[in-house]
């Protein structure tokens, strides 16, 4: 696979973080608070940890592909 294959490459899986970001919020934040199932303080703080992880992994190679 050449140099523009891996930069099409980290693009699609830096979409996919940012993605996957974004079902973590909505599944783990809002969901356990709008059920009560767990403690809505631990699974927020979890929640965010993981969001902010794989925004910040996918925005990374987001953006080093384009380079």
Do not use: N, R, Y
Request: net charge positive; charged share 15%; no cysteine.
């Amino acid at each position: 696979m050449g140099s523009k294959g891996w930069k099409h490459t980290k693009a699609t899986i830096g979409s996919i973080l940012v993605d996957l970001g974004k079902l973590t919020f909505g599944s783990l934040i809002l969901g356990s608070v709008l059920t009560g199932g767990f403690d809505p303080f631990q699974t927020f703080l979890f929640g965010i940890a993981i969001t902010i992880i794989l925004f910040i992994t996918g925005a990374i190679l987001v953006i080093k592909s384009k380079e």
